[in-house]
């Protein structure tokens, strides 16, 4: 099971776009890389989900370096709504795969 | 998009009794569902995995005789927290994914137990 590194937390204002990076060095050709959002007393919530270069939503972007073993999650023009933690996983896409949560990253977001 | 719904969102419960937490995926199937507990500030921690008709895995360190698991039908996993005691207040997640495996995981909105 590929491990994730984020940084533990991160402060912004709102208004400004966050970048949030996720290592993941022992990732497998088969492994997808996926983020999910979670509030307090929430379980988790599918942001975006990628495999590599670039992809977009209507929340949030998605950047995969060619050799995968990193990614960044671009939240563009953050709000107070979007103080949350934020996991970055890889998933390998089958219904009995196993998803391991790392320790996440915690998002402040100042007025 | 798909959902999993969980049921109680919370319950409170004496020390010794056992609690019931339902787990149903509403328009998908899913042979396989999963099981997390989290504790305040800290990640989700994988549980075990519920296999429908057949017995659940659970991960190294998880009682399998404290925390039962039931995967009765591809919609429908429960967790039974035996002789709870006040160390097993947590919020417990379910997560699922259709049975096809071509989507995320979509994950339920917890269960807050509290054993007094």
């Known amino acids: 099971l590929a491990k994730t590194t984020q940084p533990i937390s991160m402060d912004s204002y709102e208004g400004q776009e966050v970048n949030i990076t996720c290592s993941h060095n022992n990732i497998a050709t088969n492994d997808y890389i996926t983020w999910y959002q979670q509030f307090p007393s929430q379980g988790p919530r599918f942001i975006i989900q990628g495999y590599k270069t670039k992809v977009t939503n209507e929340v949030a972007s998605l950047f995969i370096p060619a050799d995968r073993k990193s990614s960044t999650l671009s939240l563009p023009r953050v709000s107070l709504s979007d103080t949350a933690v934020y996991y970055c996983l890889v998933d390998w896409m089958d219904s009995s795969y196993k998803l391991i949560f790392g320790s996440g990253t915690r998002l402040l977001v100042r007025p | 998009g798909a959902v999993v719904s969980q049921h109680p969102s919370w319950v409170i419960c004496k020390s010794g009794t056992s609690v019931k937490i339902e787990c149903r995926s509403l328009?998908?199937?899913?042979?396989?569902m999963f099981w997390y507990r989290q504790f305040p500030k800290q990640s989700l921690m994988l549980m075990a995995t519920?296999?429908?008709?057949?017995?659940?895995?659970?991960e190294q360190g998880v009682e399998k005789d404290k925390f039962l698991i039931n995967h009765a039908s591809l919609t429908l996993s429960t967790l039974t927290v035996t002789s709870a005691h006040p160390e097993d207040s947590s919020f417990y997640i379910c997560?699922?994914?259709?049975?096809?495996?071509?989507?995320?995981?979509?994950f339920g909105q917890g269960t807050r137990l509290t054993v007094v």
């Open positions: 328009d998908f199937q899913a042979t396989t």
């Open positions: 997560s699922a994914r259709d049975v096809q495996g071509d989507t995320e995981a979509f």
């Open positions: 519920s296999n429908e008709g057949s017995k659940a895995t659970y």
